[in-house]
Each structure stands twice: as structure tokens, then as C-alpha cells.
């Protein structure tokens, strides 16, 4: 027994199959159509597509602070910040530059320190700076303090020294 059909609902012939590439008359389906095009599609094309998109995405009024070479660890650090999911620690260094890193809410220092290394890497790529830094001697050289506290157990939570979002950590030599 046949079902019942919902008014306003298409019934396909009985000679189009879904699973066929053709369908009646020997045409080719729309769908393989564009499956076809879009493996003819160069490397170098596709990238340039890409990055427009990419382009229209940072326009948006939520993704205008990131920069035309977004990444998608940028966008999603972005979005969870507008969902309270994570914060900004302003890291300042002595040359008196401010990096803004994002971090989860309930970041580690160590979560802090692998976050300060992705963006100076992606700003030296950016830049075409330095290629290697050494992290090793950067943490043995360097401190961050917060309200005059080191921040030296990596495994303690940031928020357990008591940073909270758009606090400043400051990133400062070691005396010797």
C-alpha cells in the first residue's frame, strides 16, 4: 500500500534513481556536475577562493580584530571569547609592546606559555622575522609576573593567582 503525500511535496518519477549518475534522457545528474568541477579546480585557484572567503568572514563586525591571514585557531579564539568561554591575558614585554593572548578560562600558566609562543610564531611568520626561537632559553631567561607574583608552577591555574580577563602579565627578565 502506497503512503500518503504531504501537499506541497515533490514526487520523483518513477525513472530518476538517486543512486544513478544519469538520469532520464542519458544527461549526467547536477550533483555529479558539480562534484567534477570541483576536482578540476587548481591548487592555486582554490586557495585564492579560500582566502577571499576568509576575507568576507573577518568583515564581520565580531572578526574585524584579526588579521587578513586568519587562522582557524584565531577564529575560534575569537568566537570563544564572545561566548565567555575564554579571556584576553595582555602580556607586556619591557620594549613596552602589548600582545593580547586568549586563553580558556581555565588556563594553566603552561596553557599561557604555549599561547604566548603560537602568536609571536604566527606574528614572526606574518612578519618574516626570525625564524627559530628558542622557547627553552626564552622560559629559562624570562618571567611572567602578575601583581609582582611569579608565575612559576605551570601547572597552577591562572585564575588561582588571580587573573582574570583583560588582566596584565608582565614578561620580564630574570635577575641574575
Known amino acids: 500500500m502506497a503512503e500518503p503525500v504531504q501537499e506541497g511535496t515533490e514526487v520523483l518519477p518513477a525513472t530518476v534513481s538517486l543512486k544513478d549518475e544519469e538520469v ?4 549526467k ?8 568541477e570541483e576536482e578540476d579546480l587548481p591548487h592555486a585557484e582554490f586557495l585564492d577562493i579560500f582566502e577571499e572567503g576568509l576575507a568576507r568572514i573577518v568583515q564581520d563586525p565580531l572578526l574585524c580584530d584579526l588579521p587578513i591571514q586568519v587562522t582557524l585557531e ?8 564572545e561566548y565567555g568561554q575564554a579571556m584576553t591575558v595582555r602580556v607586556c614585554k619591557d620594549d613596552g609592546e602589548v600582545m593580547p593572548i ?14 604566548i609562543r603560537r602568536f609571536m610564531e604566527l ?6 622575522g626570525v625564524k627559530h626561537i628558542s622557547w627553552r632559553y626564552v622560559w629559562r631567561t624570562f ?7 611569579k608565575l612559576e608552577d605551570d601547572k597552577m591555574k591562572l585564575k588561582d593567582y588571580g587573573i582574570r580577563n583583560r588582566d596584565e602579565v608582565t614578561f620580564l627578565k630574570k635577575l641574575k
Do not use: M, W, Y
Request: glycine residues 8%; hydrophobic residues 30%; aromatic residues 2%.
Open 102 to 115: 586568549v586563553v580558556v578560562q581555565n588556563a594553566t600558566v603552561l596553557d599561557l606559555k604555549k599561547a
Open 24 to 27: 532520464e534522457g542519458g544527461e
Open 74 to 81: 584565531e577564529i575560534n579564539s575569537q568566537v570563544a571569547l
Open 143 to 149: 618571567h611572567l609576573i602578575f601583581d609582582g607574583e
Open 123 to 128: 606574528k614572526q611568520q606574518r612578519e618574516g
Open 29 to 36: 545528474s547536477p550533483c555529479k556536475e558539480e562534484e567534477d
